[in-house]
């Protein structure tokens, strides 16, 4: 289906037995992650789902008690079921649904509502299936196949989108993503007036998220028009009166913005997700891929927001790696989601997502310090986590590769059993050797593209900046933050050029990314960096204040303590 930026999504999956991992439940909280390694996606109860459509986990022992006991236990596969129309031309709908799903690791199942014909310049043709038929399709997925979460694309029918809502009665699931697709790229209206009142009566009250586009949106609200930001904003607070957990508006097709900006809004607070927009004509399916993502992300164990963003971060990488690529006359061609193919995305332990708030005490570690006072990389690590640090760079210039890998899996365990986030100065190979949870590049390192493209959509990347046109050009890169400094003298690194407070103020004030300040700070002067007030400046990264000392948690305590005493006064 030449579905605008969004069709259904069907998810395809090659399994490899090594790499199976069970996952913690997408209600989860970060708090909560500290976390039941043995726990499928499945058995875990969800507080955030709907009831009457959740899967209890003792009526699941209960059923399947006597046949688990005569057979061997087997690992969960995270598993999404797309409901959602075929594109012939591959490149939205069923078909997108599948690639994106592979892409991310998850196996996916399908129920075909409609067979279209269309390529890269329009629609051609409709067929839809009868509604007993998916129906049929419903039944022999459900009943079977332990779904985890479902997506739906193009629900041509008014009986279609009530069959699913009796289905999923049925067969509980752990979270619903609408992806409410009504009118193709090229303007084929795939979803009359009757199923948009079915839409809202059965479906948003019972979605875990709903995903429209600008035109989507509007025909939900009555054909509200939205042409900014804030139009996007009520319109994400009336979409989520009418019954859905959270809400996505996308505006891919917002006029007059530079940046790619979707509203995100939970029923609390609502969240500018921005990007950069990348220019090219392969577009088509970006919406079904979206969703399909989203879905994959929660099936996998993410909480809604981090779904989102890792779903948001993969489209926009996609786009950029695609947008040379020429299929089709039309206007608008499919992109390449494979662009991770040769590595290995079968990894389903849990992601760690930045939360802005990781940068409050940012731990930088020295292997100068810990030979001075005979500890090792993880006694440190260990030590500062205890005293309160929020995040952990492993800076290691003198150790030897083995020996900084072998460390590195170790303070993973370390950081992760804390649900603190663990980084690599500039060493890519070390990330993804260990599976940390990201790198931080300086200037003369790894471009941030290049290490994106290396180590995927859902891993952190920070960057040292020292200059506003290197803070924009971070952002264009898709950084995750900024580390900007030195900004007092220091010694951890010769001929290291300060910027002082000024400079750090010109860096955060041109930057739309979470900054971190570095560079001599302490003690002494942190409360002098915090009370610059500026709202993305959000912690201080600290080396010898921390492991230049005898006691690594005692200083971490007195520093956190500093940091507190300042937020709190700035707020």
Known sequence: MAFSATLSSSVFFNLDKNHLRLIPHPSLSREELQWSRGASASSVSSPCSRSGRIRSSGAMKADGASA??????????????TVAG???????????????????????????????????????????LSEEFVAEQLESVLSDMQVDVVKTGMLPSAGIVRILRSSLNKFPVQALVVDPVMVSTSGDVLAGPSVLAVFREELLPIADIVTPNLKEASALLGGVQLETIADMHSAAKLLHQMG???VLVKGGDLPGSCDAVDVFFDGERLHDLRSPRVKTRNTHGTGCTLASCIAAELAKGLPMLPAVQVA????????????????????QGPFDHF???????HNFRKKMILDPSDLFLYA??????NRKWGRSIEDAVKAAIEGGATIIQLREKDAETRNFLEAAKSCMEVCHSQVVPLLINDRIDIALACDADGVHVGQSDMPVRTARALLGPEKIIGVSCKTPEQAQQAYIDSADYIGSGGVYLTNTKENNLTIGLEGLKAVCLSSKLPVVAIGGIGISNAHAVMDLGLPN????????????????????RKLHEVLSMAASEVK
């Open 537 to 556: 400046l959000k912690g201080v990264a600290v080396v010898s204040a921390l492991f230049d000392r005898e006691c690594i948690s005692t200083e971490a």
């Open 312 to 331: 948001k971060r993969f489209v926009e990488n996609a786009l950029d790696y695609s947008k040379e690529m020429s299929i089709g006359k039309g206007p």
């Open 339 to 345: 662009l991770m193919l040769n590595r290995k995305v």
């Open 86 to 128: 075929s594109d012939s031309g591959a490149g939205a709908g069923i078909q997108a649904d599948l690639k994106a799903c592979a892409a991310r690791g998850v196996y996916c199942s399908t129920v075909i509502t409609a067979v279209t014909a269309q390529n890269t310049v329009g629609v051609q043709g409709v067929d839809n």
């Open 68 to 81: 688990a006991s005569q057979r061997p236990v087997k690992a969960k596969v995270p598993h999404v079921l």
């Open 364 to 369: 930088v570690t020295d292997s100068g310090m």
């Open 244 to 246: 859905p957990r959270h």
